[in-house]
């Protein structure tokens, strides 16, 4: 069974930058794409990014060419790079895991976004 420790939330001024992290455990052969999904306030939870074991990508399009997703195989590690943020950015990440890009099968519990206008 795999589990999801996000990290890296916290408040940055619009313009500023943020490094998430996702750090897995457990083993499963099924997990094949690791995703990054976003929720803000009264909003639903959002697709952001996702990122395959050979390292195909695929993001929102709303996000390219301000968000990077990437991967450390040696540290079972997803990062979310998040650059240019704005302050509709500000919402709950979540990381992810499933079998293919767009279904989810472990979520983690989130890591908080805020950034200030």
């Known amino acids: 069974q795999v589990h999801l420790v996000e990290s890296g939330g916290g408040l940055v001024q619009a313009g500023g930058s943020l490094r998430l992290s996702c750090e897995t455990s457990g083993t499963s052969f099924s997990i094949n794409a690791m995703s990054w999904y976003r929720q803000a306030p009264g909003k639903q939870r959002e697709f952001v990014a996702w990122?395959?074991?050979?390292?195909?990508?695929n993001y929102a399009d709303s996000l390219k060419g301000r968000f990077t997703i990437s991967r450390d195989n040696g540290k079972n590690t997803v990062y979310l790079q998040m650059t240019s943020l704005k302050p509709e950015d500000t919402a709950v990440y979540y990381c992810?895991?499933?079998?293919?890009?767009?279904?989810?099968?472990?979520w983690g519990q989130g890591t908080q976004v805020t950034v200030s206008a």
């Open positions: 992810a895991a499933g079998p293919v890009g767009f279904t989810v099968t472990t």
């Open positions: 990122i395959t074991r050979g390292g195909s990508t």
